[in-house]
């Protein structure tokens, strides 16, 4: 049963605590706002912030899971925090480890300071959590997919298009990389898991993953200079750095350009075209 008065308590206070820098915001010149403004929190929640305000009022209507999730993420909610969450709206709260996608507010912190950079948070399958707007406009948009397809892996060897922004003499190793990295996981995480599940339906659709599944190889690494080829500013390489959240198993990849490389003037201009066509 939902807590109205505790949660609308709950959100106000984790409100407040949390400044516009907290959460990549600027801090306007005239603030007087203690912490977050309702209209903040209702953005970085993907929800009106009539809807918001009910909720903190405690007139609100009963809030969905989904809607309990996008709340807890955009208030930067650790994992104790989004378990209460859940349960003063009314709901068993998720399952954590690598099945979560729920961000930590670290990770997050990090990610919402690299609005110019290509940046992006993914789970141990590939699935894309959150990008940057220079993470978009480089590979696509990928975080708001559904269902398998969500998997980078999946889609490489189900999809012509996920192979696009990358040179075709790369395209070899880098499948190798992901099949690699799948069959990897399965030993890890079990028969029954996501990620075997993930496998079977790759095999029962992909020759290629079949063929290259077949050779049971493991410990293949991608490249350390990742090449782009974007339809716009032409050829990148770029460097990826990587840092992991081990409870989550999330990991936020960080693609940089060597300091007055052609790359990195490429990497500047893209970060003002967006995904724009020049033409």
């Given at each position: 049963m939902i807590d109205r008065e505790g949660l609308a308590e709950f959100l106000r206070r984790r409100r407040e605590s949390l400044q516009p820098e907290d959460v990549g915001l600027t801090r306007g010149p005239r603030r007087r706002t203690d912490g977050l403004r309702?209209?903040?929190v209702?953005?970085?929640?993907?929800?009106?912030?009539?809807?918001?305000?009910?909720?903190?009022?405690?007139?609100?209507?009963?809030?969905?899971?989904?809607?309990t999730a996008a709340i807890a993420q955009g208030l930067h909610l650790s994992l104790a925090e989004r378990d209460h969450l859940f349960r003063l709206a009314g709901h068993h709260p998720p399952a954590r480890g690598v099945?979560?996608?729920?961000?930590?507010?670290?990770?997050?912190?990090?990610?919402?300071?690299?609005?110019?950079?290509?940046?992006?948070?993914?789970?141990e399958v590939g699935e894309t959590l959150r990008q940057t707007p220079v993470g978009i406009a480089l590979t696509g948009p990928a975080s708001q997919r559904e269902g398998p397809?969500?998997?980078?892996?999946?889609?490489?060897?189900?999809?012509?298009?996920?192979?696009?922004?990358?040179?075709?003499?790369?395209?070899?190793?880098?499948?190798?990389?992901?099949?690699?990295?799948?069959?990897?996981?399965?030993a890890v995480r079990g028969p029954e898991s996501r990620v075997a599940h993930l496998a079977d339906l790759l095999?029962?659709?992909?020759?290629?993953?079949?063929?290259?599944?077949?050779?049971?190889?493991?410990?293949?690494?991608?490249?350390?200079?990742?090449?782009?080829?974007?339809?716009?500013?032409g050829a990148l390489e770029l460097s990826c750095q990587t840092l992991l959240d081990p409870d989550q198993s999330h990991r936020l990849l960080v693609y940089t350009a060597e300091p007055g490389s052609e790359s990195h003037n490429k990497l500047r201009l893209l970060a003002v075209i967006g995904t724009q066509t020049l033409a």
């Open positions: 309702r209209e903040e209702a953005v970085l929640c993907h929800m009106s912030t009539d809807y918001y305000a009910r909720l903190e009022r405690g007139t609100g209507p009963h809030p969905s899971e989904q809607m099945s979560s996608e729920h961000i930590s507010p670290g990770l997050l912190r990090i990610f919402d300071r690299l609005a110019d950079t290509p940046a992006e948070i993914v789970t397809e969500r998997s980078i892996g999946y889609r490489w060897f189900t999809d012509p298009s996920a192979r696009a922004p990358y040179p075709a003499d790369e395209q070899e190793v880098l499948s190798r990389v992901y099949a690699s990295g799948l069959r990897e996981l399965v095999l029962a659709r992909s020759d290629d993953f079949r063929r290259l599944w077949a050779t049971h190889e493991v410990g293949v690494r991608p490249p350390e200079i990742k090449r782009f080829v974007h339809p716009e500013v």
